[in-house]
């Protein structure tokens, strides 16, 4: 059996879909801790990892393949499991990408997980952490106006939400069935750096790039407020998952802050008075309820080191 990834530094972490957005800061949080990352994902047009390329491992493929799935695991040997894997064709985003290629999206997010968690156990992997998503929890008009917790009834409205549905139920089968520890963190809206797809996070991230620039610039989003999360924050919450001693819940809820575009619009005008940003206010179409995170604060002792502040000042200075 292998052992725990908190047992010491210069241990082998299989990161799926290390090459994602989410997944490459989770691959340079483990490269900073001393971990040898060993990556599983398809080939991607933009490389987020070329300056640490010869420091990592890489088997190029899908979780939909489960023989390629045991043959990676078999290979590098891994403590332990962080999953981004989810389906995105081209640059769509991810809800944008299951909503067009529902097939993949269940092939990927749903079965390639079980596939994961299979091969996990049969290899004597004792602790997998994965992203999930807040978007199970459905429209925020389906909830009260406080912040929802775990035990929130999950009502998703998109196939992606569906898809993280079903994958935490998996996730729980999993549990149950061979005893392995799979710990899952649903994840806010997350910005940052590296961000390439389109989506509800590319409008925002548009909009936090213009404090590089003078000038004018326009920008169409709703004004309610939203939880949001730095990806660094993220990768630092999986790594926390990933280490802690004690059992942890099979799924919890994560967050940065909240904020609305206006809060964005004035902390804007303070970093760079230059800049003058018109916001037309729009619907809010996807709106999803504000959660809670403390029950991983309190498992975990986690929280957020990167607010409003921090990520406006984080992607200014940002080298993309």
Not at 138 to 146: F, L, N
Request: glycine fraction near 10%; proline fraction near 5%; aromatic fraction near 6%.
């Amino acid at each position: 059996m292998t052992t725990s990834p908190s047992d010491g530094a210069h241990q082998t972490i299989l990161v799926v879909g290390g090459r994602g957005f989410v997944g490459s800061h989770i691959t340079r949080a483990l490269l900073d801790a001393g971990y040898h990352p060993h990556l599983l994902g398809p080939a991607m047009d933009c490389d987020l990892l070329a300056d640490v390329a010869g420091a990592i491992g890489e088997t190029t493929g899908s979780v939909e393949d489960p023989a390629l799935v045991r043959d990676v695991l078999a290979r590098a040997k891994p403590a332990a499991v962080i999953s981004c894997a989810a389906f995105g064709a081209g640059r769509d985003g991810l809800m944008r990408s299951g909503e067009r290629d529902a097939d993949r999206a269940f092939a990927i997010n749903v079965d390639g997980f079980r596939h994961l968690l299979e091969a996990a156990a049969a290899a004597g992997v004792r602790r997998v952490v994965w992203t999930s998503s807040t978007v199970v929890y459905g429209p925020a008009t389906d909830y009260g106006a406080s912040p929802v917790d775990e035990a929130a009834i999950k009502r998703p409205r998109t196939i992606y939400g569906l898809t993280k549905h079903l994958a935490e139920e998996v996730a729980a089968f999993a549990m149950r069935r061979h005893g392995i520890e799979v710990v899952g963190l649903r994840l806010p809206l997350v910005l940052g750096p590296g961000l390439w797809y389109e989506g509800a996070a590319a409008a925002l991230m548009t909009l936090l790039r213009a404090t590089r620039t003078a000038g004018n610039h326009h920008v169409s989003f709703h004004n309610d407020p939203i939880d949001l999360m730095h990806v660094r924050d993220v990768a630092a919450a999986c790594l926390m998952a990933l280490r802690h001693n004690a059992p942890l819940g099979g799924i919890y809820n994560i967050n940065g802050f909240t904020a609305s575009v206006s809060d964005m619009v004035k902390l804007l005008a303070v970093r760079q008075p230059s800049l003058h940003v018109t916001h037309t206010i729009a619907p809010s179409g996807d709106l999803f309820p504000l959660i809670s995170d403390a029950h991983f604060r309190r498992d975990t002792g986690f929280a957020p080191a990167i607010d409003l502040a921090g990520l406006i000042d984080d992607i200014a200075s940002a080298k993309e």
